[in-house]
């Protein structure tokens, strides 16, 4: 694994031409750019900037999200309504190439139900687990990432792709990859423009598995830390 640590003053410009670069390197390669998308507010300018790309051919971009809160699609804290406005309806992606997570129905239904749809896709390209040509990730001050939290069972989960969580952050019942999931990407980006979480960045990096992002470490790709200065 090759781990990048890239500090930048612009961040959205920077964030937005990784996506960007991944999208048409994947698409030359394989004909498709299975992109995961990261929630919270970090990433709300890095998407709405993507979607002034002229030269990403959605119809090709297949879009799943790391982690959902459970609330409808149209609420305030929902991540898919998050995209549907800064990237989904500005870059008009075919509804069919995203992937949501049904946060308004039984978590774990809404797991199962996602489990067998990234299945559905990873047989058609003879995978083990779906990969992901590149993940997002943001980071939590606690160290959480997607919604994998400190102490959380999801830490110890070894088979399972997508599974209901809780966490400290609001709103607590989630639905999140899991590690197992995350690791199977080629190629992991974590999202960071925050200087209150500079220290727990340096833990993270340095290894302290006390910490759910420390386990982020894509087995066959590459892993960037993107941090705005
Ligand atoms: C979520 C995110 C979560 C987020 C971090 C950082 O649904 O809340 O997946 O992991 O990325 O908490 O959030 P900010 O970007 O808002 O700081």
Not at 48 to 55: R, W, Y
Not at 92 to 116: C, K
Not at 216 to 223: E, I
Request: aromatic share 6%; glycine share 8%.
């Amino acid at each position: 694994m090759k781990t990048r640590v890239l500090h930048t003053s612009s961040f959205v410009g920077d964030a937005a031409a990784i996506i960007h670069d991944a999208a048409l390197e994947a698409i030359a390669a394989r004909g498709i750019f299975r992109l995961s998308l990261c929630g919270g507010n970090t990433p709300k300018p890095i998407y709405a900037e993507l979607a002034k790309s002229t030269d990403i051919p959605w119809a090709k971009v297949q879009l799943t999200f790391g982690d959902e809160r459970c609330v409808p699609p149209d609420h305030d804290q929902s991540n898919y309504r998050m995209a549907k406005h800064t990237l989904l309806d500005a870059a008009h992606v075919p509804e069919g190439n995203v992937f949501r997570i049904r946060g308004e129905i039984d978590p774990e239904t809404a797991s199962l139900e996602y489990e067998q749809k990234l299945a559905h896709v990873a047989s058609r390209f003879g995978e083990e687990r779906y990969a992901h040509d590149l993940l997002l990730l943001g980071l939590g001050e606690d160290g959480h990432t997607a919604s994998i939290f400190p102490g959380s069972p999801a830490l110890d989960e070894k088979v399972r792709n997508v599974i209901p969580a809780t966490g400290p952050k609001p709103p607590p019942q989630r639905i999140t990859f899991t590690l197992p999931l995350i690791n199977a990407a080629r190629h992991v980006c974590f999202l960071v423009n925050d200087p209150a979480k500079a220290g727990m960045i340096d833990e993270v990096i340095a290894g302290d598995m006390s910490r759910p992002a420390a386990h982020v470490k894509p087995a066959s790709g590459h892993l960037t830390w993107l941090l705005g200065s």
